[in-house]
Every structure is written in structure tokens, then in C-alpha cells.
């Protein structure tokens, strides 16, 4: 295979030019042509850009880190000047090896933003009065915690545009070889989502969406980077807005394998790198050398074209590789395991060690202390130890909010999508998403207070549900249930501007149900799943969107009967009741005799519901939960319809009108 590469992470933890260099002879040692020098991350920036010395200044410098279980002291700043990574540069050409710089956008920039804040984005604010833009919403820091985080560079000012430019303008002065690395990697995309500016570029570049900005800010680099005669290369993600073309390479580490299949088919070029085999952060007794060694070279996803494999990399992040002697020690020789392979040696366990023994020993004569030979090879004992070890290392006291801001921000994240995906008008979902954030106020600072707008009860049930989507009650239900019912909250909210002409939600009492899969919109109609004294029923609701259609109905009670066979065994013989105002015998009284409602009702034995509380005014007159809670004065009741016409009449005369009950005894004709 052409490329034969490692990484180095030298952003989390600084290497110095001459433990760096000493790396390198190892890994020329060990047969790699390649070293892909992360340069940059959230924790990090270690490259001097003279045009930008803000960069290095503030963005080479950070406080004790603190990623996973490891608070510890040593190499947490330093750079490297332009001098340096010449030198570095030169030295790799003497061992026959290309350097690859990677400069990460648009994510993983907290490092860039902390000395540039102006090139991050701008936040839109709304409240119910109307929205605001905040010119400086966010305080970024070099990070001291790892992880994925929210600090973006704007992709819609066009000077942060610019300023990824200069900085690449440098970097390929300083780097001669034939690639660049760009990242494209972990961008979640809240700032984007509320920035005026990344929102006029979206619009203006008629993209669908953030993932759609992302593409087009990788192509932008990637086209500036053509021109300038190099290839860009990309973490996988990157192929999420489609494919790229032929002047990308594409780095695959997690996920989406068919995005990168597709992008192999159509010619592009992918160097594999797979977390579970190749990242040799990971504790040896994960991914000993014969688990690197044995894994198939040629990944699923690139056997269709194999042609179109470059080779493969083995990064090293270095969150918890504090130190360059322990970079050594989980580098050598594993590295060599996987050059083995690339050249297409064939060996048995023995040989391998056999063989790796022979390179230890030449890479102690280069001053380089590779893993000692009892943890080449894992047993079984020994991985169940690691396994235990890690577990711990997460569970311990002291890293315990690392992972609570990494798991907040990624439920943030879902929720988000989920909002998304529910087609909540955006400027409710923001509001949301603000409540939401108070969670990790060192991200999106301090929100507006709400005015009891019931964003907040929103953003407390949605995490719930979430959670309960994750690892609850919903866990295994079909995806498409758990949209449908879920799109309730979007209801009620256009429920409430439609009554009153500002959005809120105020229906939280009902959607505690759904949140912990009690009730199910399946097809048109929804079903909850109700414990009486008399024994299991299934209470049947209308949503004020349901199409009251024969087949429709039919087929939603259909999917319904089925929906509970296979979920829940015990209710799949449970009667089907409805009691609303729907299926009231008053109603006869107001609607002509060919309605769809009357029609409807004929499905039930119905009755009478003398004690349910009438839903009337609710459904009939569009009135929202705060306006019944607040007493309704009959005479201000719309008279759009026909229907509410009569029954506005009924009602001031003194009328009462009640809801019926019945049993679904015969399908709906
Ligand atoms: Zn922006």
C-alpha cells in the first residue's frame, strides 16, 4: 500500500521538535512513510502562524487538564514555531516521509476561537416580544476537559472565511507534501443553528440545512487547497452533506461505512483508520499486536474498490498520552503490526513475535522504550483486567464531570435533531434549546428568563424522553412511532399560536404519557395504554390533525393491534375506548346527518359520559390549556363555523353538552 501513516496528537499534549523527531526514526523503523501531525484541537494550537500570532499566544496555553481520569501537569503548553516545523519537515524528508498537517474545521476550534472570538458566530435570541441578535454570545477557552464540543468558526462571515485561508496559505508554505488535512470531524452545529450569519449563508447558497454549510465550508478549503496544487483530506463525517470530489481523500475512522463505500465507487481515494483497530491510544490489551495484525487490510466498505484504498493510518491521541515516553510505549512496536500487514507479509503468531522482538531491539539502539513483550499479546485474563481498569477509570470520582458535560452536550445535541426532525417552528426550539443549555452555561453562557412560556418544561420532558428513547421504555420501539408520537409537542405548540397568537406549550400534563411510551400515535389515531380497576384498556384519542378517512382509521387501528402484539403482548387483546366530544350522542343535534364525525361514532356502543369533563370548548373552539385554566367568558367564543355557530348558541341558552364513551365494537365505515 502507498501510504503507510501514524498520527501524532500534539494538541492535547505537546511534543517537543526532538522527542518528536525521535518518533519519527521509530516509525520509519517500523516501515511508515506517512506522519499526519494533528496540529490543533480544542485543547490546543500548536503551530506559530505569523499572521495570526493570537493563535499560539493565547491558543498554545492551557490550565492542568483533566481528560478522563488523568488531572496531571506535564506538556500541557508549548508550540511550534515555523523554524521548527521546517525542521521537523526536513527531518522527515531525510527518512523518506511525508508530512501531513492537519488544521481541524470547522469543530474541535475552541483553541482558535479563544484567540479569535470574532470569527465565531453570532447568536439570534428570541423571546416573545421578538428576537435580538448578541454580537459576543459565547466565551471560549482553550479546553482542559475532552471531548466534542459546540465551539464552531462561523462558516457565514466571510472574514472567518478569509482567516481559514491565511492560515492554510501558511501552512502549505510550511508543508511542502501533497496533503493537507482539514478535520470535518465531530462539528456539532448549535451555533450555527442560531447565527444570522451561518442562517444568510445557508439561504443564500440555497443549502438544506447545517450539515449542507458544513460540505459547503469543507469544499470552499478544499477547492482553495486545489488550486494551490494540494488534496484535502477529510475525516469521514465529512461525506454526512454528500460526496466530495476527486481532489479529497477521505480518512475513515467510525461510522457511515456506506457514505464512504459510495465515495470509493465513484473514484474517491480513502486511507482507513479504524478506532477498533488502528488507534493506538487505545490500552494494548483492547487491541493487541496480532488483533492489529489479523484484522482484514482491506475494510468492508472498500471492498467493492479495493484500487481505491491508499493504505492505512494508525493515529495516537494523546488525551490521556501525556508524555513522549508514554506515547513510545503505546506506539512500539504496534505500529509495526500494522505496516506488516500493509506489506503484505504473511505470518503466524510466532513470527510475529518473533519478528516484533528483532524491531524492539532495533528500536532501543535509536533510543526508543517500546511495550515489553507480556502485553503483545492479550489472553483473555488479561483484557477482562484492562476492561475492568477502563470501566473504573470512567467511573471514577474525579472524572466524573468530564462525562457529565460530554453526555449533556451530546443529549443537547439529539434534542436539537429531535426538534428538528419534529418541525418545531425555530424560534420555539430555540427557546428550548436555551432552557436546555442552562445545563452547561460554560458553553452557551446564561440564557433571557422565560416568561413562563413552558420552554422550559419542554426542554426537562424532552430530556426524559430521550433518555427513555436511549435506554428506557422507548429502547426498542420503531423509529417511526416514536416520531409520529413525539410530533405531539409541535402540535400543541401551533395549537397555542393558533389560539393565541404567540408560541408556547402548556399541554405538559398530557405529554408526560408519551415521553414514557404510555400513549402512541400510530397512523391517524392515538392510543394509550390505561390500568383500570376493572382491568388493561386501550383509550383511543383523535389529534386535532387526524383525518377522519375510513381506510385510514381502519388501518391505523390495524397497525395499532399489531403495533401492540409485538410491543406489548399483554394489551394486544385490551378493549379499544374512546371518550371525548367527539363521540358525544349530543352532537347529533348539530351536525348534518352525513358527517364524517356522526359517521365516526358509529364504530362505538356508545353512551352518555355524564361524569367525563367536556373537551368542547378545547377542540371545538381552539382554546389552549391556559385559557380553559383561566375561565372562559362564553360570548368571546368564535363563530367561524358552522358548528360553532350552533353550539355557541347552545351554550350562552343555557345548554350542557356532554362527551360520550364507547367501545370500538365494528370497523369504521
Ligand atoms: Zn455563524
Not at 420503531?478 to 406549550?505: N, Y
Not at 390505561?530 to 390533525?545: A, F, M, Q, R
Request: charged fraction near 30%; include cysteine; glycine fraction near 6%.
Amino acid at each position: 500500500m502507498e501510504y503507510r501513516g501514524f498520527m501524532l496528537d500534539c494538541a492535547r499534549h505537546f511534543i517537543p521538535v526532538k522527542d518528536l523527531c525521535r518518533l519519527m526514526d521509530g516509525a520509519a523503523l517500523c516501515g511508515m512513510n506517512t506522519m499526519h501531525w494533528h496540529l490543533v484541537d480544542d485543547q490546543g494550537w500548536r503551530l506559530e502562524i505569523r499572521k495570526y500570532p493570537r493563535l499560539t499566544e493565547i491558543g498554545s496555553r492551557r490550565g492542568p487538564a483533566y481528560f478522563g481520569a488523568a488531572n496531571e501537569h506535564e506538556n500541557n503548553e508549548g508550540f511550534y514555531t515555523q523554524t521548527e516545523a521546517r525542521e521537523v519537515v526536513r527531518h522527515a524528508r531525510d527518512l523518506g516521509m511525508t508530512v501531513i498537517p492537519e488544521i481541524e474545521i470547522p469543530g474541535h476550534a475552541s483553541a482558535m476561537m479563544a484567540a479569535y472570538p470574532e470569527y465565531g458566530c453570532r447568536r439570534t435570541v428570541y423571546t416573545r416580544d421578538g428576537e435580538t441578535v448578541q454580537e459576543t454570545p459565547y466565551t471560549y477557552e482553550v479546553g482542559t476537559l475532552a471531548g466534542v464540543f459546540p465551539n464552531l468558526i462561523c462558516a457565514g462571515k466571510d472574514t472567518s472565511v478569509r482567516f481559514l485561508k491565511d492560515i492554510l496559505d501558511e501552512v502549505c508554505e510550511l508543508f511542502p507534501g501533497p496533503f493537507v488535512h482539514i478535520g470535518g470531524d465531530e462539528a456539532i452545529k448549535q451555533h450555527w443553528r442560531r447565527c444570522p450569519d451561518c442562517q444568510r449563508r445557508i439561504r443564500e447558497q440555497g443549502l438544506r440545512d447545517e450539515k449542507e454549510l458544513q460540505k459547503w465550508l469543507v469544499m470552499e478549503m478544499g477547492r482553495y487547497l486545489h488550486e494551490k496544487g494540494k488534496k484535502t483530506i477529510v475525516w469521514n463525517e465529512s461525506l454526512d452533506g454528500g460526496i466530495l470530489p476527486d481532489y479529497f481523500v477521505v480518512q475513515h475512522w467510525l461510522g457511515n461505512d456506506s457514505d464512504t463505500a459510495e465515495f470509493m465507487a465513484a473514484g474517491g481515494k480513502v486511507i482507513s483508520s479504524e478506532i477498533g483497530t488502528y488507534y493506538v491510544s487505545r490500552p494494548w490489551a483492547f487491541m493487541d499486536a496480532w488483533d492489529v495484525y489479523s484484522a482484514p487490510a482491506v475494510p468492508d466498505y472498500a471492498k467493492a474498490h479495493p484500487e481505491n484504498l491508499l493504505g492505512i493510518e494508525t493515529p495516537m491521541w494523546s488525551e490521556r498520552v501525556t508524555n513522549p515516553a508514554r506515547a513510545e510505549y503505546m506506539i512500539f512496536p504496534r505500529i509495526r503490526a500494522a505496516a506488516l500487514k500493509m506489506e503484505g507479509v504473511e505470518m503466524d503468531r510466532e513470527q510475529l513475535l518473533s519478528h516484533l522482538r528483532e524491531i524492539s531491539a532495533k528500536l532501543e539502539t535509536i533510543g526508543i522504550h517500546p511495550a515489553p513483550e507480556s502485553v503483545w499479546i492479550a489472553d483473555e485474563a488479561t483484557r477482562a483486567e484492562a476492561k475492568k481498569a477502563d470501566d473504573a477509570r470512567r467511573h471514577a470520582p474525579e472524572a466524573a464531570d468530564t462525562w457529565r458535560i460530554c453526555d449533556d452536550l451530546m443529549r443537547l445535541e439529539a434534542m436539537e435533531k429531535l426538534l428538528i426532525a419534529l418541525d418545531m417552528p425555530r424560534p420555539f426550539a430555540t427557546r428550548v434549546m436555551d432552557c436546555a443549555f442552562q445545563k452547561v452555561p460554560e458553553f452557551f453562557g446564561t440564557a433571557e428568563n422565560f416568561g413562563g412560556d413552558g420552554a422550559e418544561e419542554m426542554a426537562s420532558q424532552l430530556c426524559t424522553a430521550l433518555d427513555n428513547r436511549s435506554f428506557g421504555p422507548w429502547k426498542d420501539l420503531p423509529e417511526q412511532v416514536w416520531l409520529d408520537t413525539m410530533k405531539c409537542f409541535t402540535r400543541f405548540v401551533r395549537e397555542h399560536i393558533a389560539s393565541t397568537g404567540w408560541a408556547a406549550f402548556d399541554r405538559g400534563f398530557w405529554t408526560t404519557r408519551q415521553i414514557h411510551a404510555k400513549l402512541f400515535r400510530i397512523g391517524e389515531l392515538e392510543y394509550e395504554l390505561v390500568e383500570k380497576e376493572e382491568g388493561k384498556i386501550i383509550s383511543i384519542h383523535i389529534p386535532t390533525d387526524a383525518h377522519l378517512e375510513t381506510d385510514l382509521l381502519n388501518a391505523s387501528v390495524e397497525q395499532a393491534r399489531s403495533f401492540l402484539k409485538t410491543w406489548f403482548a399483554d394489551w394486544a387483546e385490551a378493549p379499544m375506548r374512546c371518550s371525548s366530544w367527539l363521540v358525544s350522542p349530543d352532537l347529533e343535534a348539530f351536525l348534518p346527518q352525513d358527517s364524517r364525525i356522526l359517521r365516526w361514532q358509529k364504530a362505538f356502543d356508545l353512551e352518555r359520559d355524564e361524569d367525563g369533563k367536556s373537551s368542547l370548548l378545547m377542540w371545538v373552539f381552539g382554546l389552549c390549556a391556559e385559557q380553559l385554566a383561566a375561565g372562559v367568558d362564553l360570548n368571546t367564543l368564535k363563530e367561524e363555523t358552522a358548528l360553532q355557530k350552533k353550539l355557541k348558541a347552545f351554550l350562552l341558552s343555557g345548554g350542557t353538552f356532554v362527551n360520550g364513551k364507547g367501545t370500538l365494537v365494528r370497523r369504521f365505515e
